[in-house]
């Protein structure tokens, strides 16, 4: 029997590697495989915003085939990214082995590009309130009815990704990479300007921690709502001395990038079961926050465990935990240790000396 | 019920009285002294007198009324180490600690080192919070330094750059430390 394949959203030199490799396993293959531009069976690179969007785009009549290089969807056909020879063949000669109805062999080819778009975020521009990016569910909280069951948590395996690429973030992320100095305006937002070499960014904005709904926009939005204008570093400088803006280090814009846009969402790539621990204390006087981050901080600054342990240590909700970590991990607060190595400390506080603790935090808080 | 209080530790010149001072509903009790009474060589060695113009022997005192109407007493040990004696009578039974570092002073890092070392058993047993004190003056070291120096000895908690005379900056160290206390 022949096989067709083909590929969505790998890079040039993955698509190159995979046909020559194709070529080099022919003769170790169980059936004949051929890579075709279209093709029912798909290798998605699940790494690429592309492959993403048309993963999550559920396209009928196609056989999926994770391509990354950790299995974050929980794809039940996965090929681990960088490319090699074994896992190849044993992937392929695995396929053949199903049943032609389970790999769709029999229905119409289609490509990718005939599949159906995926959903589009609404714009900012015009509706800054209502426009921002929607909160799409990446954990499920089940809420079983018994007294057991309440506060437990799973994955949901339908999980959407924090896609850093789609919203400001990627832009400054780009220009990090790039080192180039450039200012990020949105529809009635204070620009942001950010100057790599100095790892400093610049704001008129004079209280980071108590941003409006208009400067949060900024934050919140999409990459493609946000003007982004290159400017010469003296350029920079003279705006920032002319419009006497506030110096911020370079995390406080990623660790607001990321808080306002991860809506409880794993950023990409980030396994959901992995065990994390945060390297040291995050640096709230320059990172703007809730009170219930200074709670998770202490935990994971001193505990070493997945999510969901978290969140039902600290009584606190999965998103919630989950923002928090995308925030440390942007700016390399975090720590990621193999499974075996959780490690809880045992720690029982009396009731009444909780109440106290409360009380004063209260008292001063007020 | 026992006493429930707070100890704000550190080097001389930190600012602990100060810190006290700007939570503390009631102006802080202390036994301060002028620092030039003290001619002892030790002192003259250990402070610059040019900037703080008093020093604490024995300790300072600040309360807090919670809303059951229990009192949180706020300590600060004094900060030099040949009233070390203090340190220990002060730190029984208290929730937790504060330890300030002047980053101004000749040797920060070796400060904190020292504050470690010498509460390391109430620290075990409870949290401590770490607030390093005039770093807009003296930017070195950083903060980085300090973390170095902290993973390097295996101890993880809390450490801010703080303004003493900041009620913000203090309330915030309280807050990570009571976050220390319930969840670390």
């Not at chain 1, 600054?301 to 997945?306: D, I, M, R, S």
Request: net charge neutral; proline share 6%; with cysteine.
């Amino acid at each position: 029997m022949d096989y067709q394949i083909t590929t969505r959203a790998l890079d040039k030199t993955n698509n190159v590697f995979f046909k020559s490799m194709l070529q080099l396993i022919q003769n170790q293959l169980t059936q004949k495989w051929s890579y075709e531009e279209s093709a029912h069976i798909i290798l998605v690179d699940l790494e690429q915003p592309d492959g993403i969007e048309f993963w999550i785009s559920k396209p009928r009549d196609v056989f999926l085939i994770a391509y990354a290089r950790q299995n974050f969807y929980h794809a039940e056909w996965f090929l681990q990214k960088p490319l090699r020879i074994q896992p190849l063949l044993q992937l392929l000669n695995s396929l053949a082995m199903l049943q032609p109805a389970q790999l769709l062999i029999n229905s119409p080819p289609i490509t990718a590009n005939q599949c159906p778009p995926p959903p589009k975020p609404s714009s900012v521009a015009s509706v800054p309130a209502a426009a921002l990016p929607s909160v799409p569910s990446l954990f499920s909280k089940a809420m079983s009815g018994t007294s057991e069951g309440k506060n437990k948590y799973c994955l949901d395996n339908k999980l959407e990704y924090f896609e850093p690429s789609i919203y400001l973030l990627g832009l400054l992320q780009e220009s990090l990479v790039a080192a180039r100095p450039r200012r990020f305006s949105c529809l009635g937002s204070a620009p942001l300007y950010i100057l790599p070499y100095e790892n400093r960014c610049f704001s008129a904005v004079t209280k980071m921690q108590q941003l409006d709904s208009l400067q949060e926009n900024l934050y919140s939005s999409y990459a493609k709502n946000i003007k982004v204008v290159n400017l010469t570093p003296e350029e920079l400088l003279a705006e920032v001395q002319k419009n006497a803006l506030r110096a911020y280090p370079m995390d406080t814009a990623l660790w607001l990038a990321t808080l306002r846009c991860s809506h409880g969402r794993l950023i990409l790539g980030q396994a959901p079961d992995s065990v994390i621990r945060l390297k040291y204390w995050p640096n709230f006087v320059v990172l703007p926050h809730d009170t219930v981050h200074v709670g998770l901080a202490a935990f994971m600054l001193k505990n070493t465990a997945n999510l969901i342990t978290i969140a039902q240590k600290t009584h606190t909700t999965l998103e919630t935990v989950v923002d928090f970590f995308n925030s440390c991990k942007m700016i390399e607060l975090t720590i990621e240790e193999p499974a075996s190595e959780s490690r809880l400390v045992d720690k029982k506080i009396a009731e009444p000396k909780r109440r106290t603790l409360k009380d004063i935090l209260n008292r001063l808080l007020r | 019920m026992s006493e429930i209080k707070l100890v704000f530790t550190g080097s001389a010149g930190a600012g602990k009285t100060t810190a006290i001072s700007t939570i503390s509903e009631i102006p802080v009790i202390n036994t301060d002294v002028r620092s030039n009474d003290f001619t002892t060589h030790l002192i003259r060695q250990s402070i610059d007198t040019s900037r703080k113009e008093t020093i604490t022997v024995a300790m300072d005192y600040g309360e807090l009324t919670l809303d059951d109407g229990q009192k949180l007493r706020i300590y600060g040990t004094p900060g030099q180490q040949r009233f070390d004696y203090m340190w220990k009578i002060l730190i029984k039974g208290a929730l937790g600690l504060i330890i300030l570092v002047d980053n101004a002073g000749d040797d920060p890092v070796g400060d904190l080192a020292r504050y470690l070392d010498n509460f390391r058993e109430f620290i075990k047993e409870t949290s401590a919070v770490v607030g390093i004190t005039r770093m807009d003056l003296s930017p070195e070291p950083n903060l980085e330094i300090y973390h170095e120096y902290m993973q390097s000895h295996g101890i993880r908690l809390p450490i801010y750059s703080v303004d003493a005379r900041s009620r913000d900056s203090v309330v915030m160290l309280i807050h990570a430390l009571v976050a220390m206390l319930e969840y670390g």
